[in-house]
């Protein structure tokens, strides 16, 4: 996102191609990036830029999607699928997180002496506006920096409103929001940098000195993690099962999973389904989305400890398994229990 807002500044339309390209190629690896282009046409409006230019970075993002597109339309039915089923998963199936988890969230990812530089670039950025507008007027803001820091901080702003609206929240969510606030705040340090040269030799130490200090308690703790062991050789029991299930099936069999699916399909190499999408009707679909033979992995409730879904009781249960036919216990593990599954013959 960063690299595509970057080329975007750049005139000539090669840039606004590749800005485009760079934007599409951020959708795919994020769906969550498709809010990068309010960034476009916010840019677009505050820096009085062309509608044409905004227009070449739509087409050529578009372009680099469309590939994607069709295939997803080829192998699921719709070319939106996979957009509409990531949003299902953290709208509708997990569990809603309170609006103050992002509080707490901003300041693991910014420090103190960051968040500061930030709060003085958006304040030497209002100083610098009101001397633009008493020479230039609005025009003079809107093409210098004061408009390059008012489009970042309002497109943030509406980003962090728009990420809070989700139920469902992760810290790692917020991470696009690294792009404003280190810009801005490397402005404010610029600006702070400049300041200090005008003063003396004396305050200049000082100033250099605190802010070593400030950076010292601020960043120290992020390379405690050098000083300890750098590989984990250690499995998770996840990967233990996995493991299991790729020597024990065969390249037709199917693992069907409600949790540590991602997990079970890497380190088996099987084909894995995910059961969650019928969580709600599971018994009347359960047959028609389970139609190979293969592996089912069942993980109680009570020892999935963190699962961000609205009910944990995850389908089939205990009771459902037991009185089933199709499955039949083949390995227990300390947190889950491996059945043998087998449809029946229609």
Partial sequence: MLAAMWLAERPGSRSALAAGVTSGLAVLMRFTSLFIFPYFVLSTIVQRRSIARLACVVAAAGVTVVPYLVWVHARFGSPFYTFEHARRITVEW??????????????????????????????????????????????????????????????????????????????????????????????????TWRLLRACGLAVR?????????AALIDYCPAFDGLTTQWIDRSQTEAVQIARYLHEVSGPGDTVYAAHEFPVLAYYSERRTVSVLPIQQDFERQWRTWMRAPGYFVYFPPQGLGETHTRNPQFKPDRTFL?????????????????????????
């Avoid at 507008?133 to 962090?160: E, N, Q």
């Avoid at 130490?205 to 200090?213: G, H, M």
């Avoid at 037991?322 to 229609?346: I, M, N």
Wanted: glycine share 8%; hydrophobic share 55%; with cysteine.
């Fill in 94 to 191: 997990t569990a809603p997180v309170p609006l103050g988890f992002y509080d707490a969230a901003l300041a693991v990812i910014f420090p103190t002496t960051l968040a500061l530089f930030f709060i003085a670039g958006i304040g030497f950025a209002i100083a610098r506006a009101r001397g633009d507008w008493s020479t230039g007027g609005a025009s003079a803001i809107g093409r210098g920096p004061t408009g390059h820091v008012a489009t970042l901080v309002v497109w943030g702003a509406a980003f962090f409103a728009y990420m809070s609206t989700i139920p469902h929240k992760e810290v790692r969510y917020l991470l696009p929001l690294t792009i404003p606030v280190v810009v801005v705040a490397a402005l404010g340090m610029a600006e």
């Fill in 205 to 213: 130490v000082v100033a250099c000195l605190a802010a070593a200090v």
């Fill in 322 to 346: 037991e009185s089933s036919p199709e499955f039949r216990p083949v390995r227990v593990f300390s947190h889950a229990t491996v059945y043998r599954y087998d449809p029946a013959l229609p």
